[in-house]
């Protein structure tokens, strides 16, 4: 699995890190996603792809 973010389609809203805090955090002056881990274990992948559907500007993308 292959994790991607768009820090400039990010609406700042955190569903991401409270999804996924192992993989995304936020920057601190304006909350954009910070991507922490491209390449999350396989017992992170579903943690993963609920950030992804939940992401409301759609910035969070996945290869598998």
């Known amino acids: 699995m292959k994790v991607t973010v768009d820090q400039d389609k990010c609406a700042s809203s955190g569903n991401c890190v409270m999804r ?8 601190d002056e304006d909350g954009v996603v910070v991507l922490l881990d491209p390449n999350p ?6 943690d993963a792809r609920d950030a992804a559907a939940n992401c409301p500007a759609l910035a969070i993308h996945i290869e598998e």
């Open 20 to 27: 996924a805090p192992e993989i995304f955090d936020q920057r």
């Open 41 to 46: 274990p396989a017992e992170r992948a579903d």
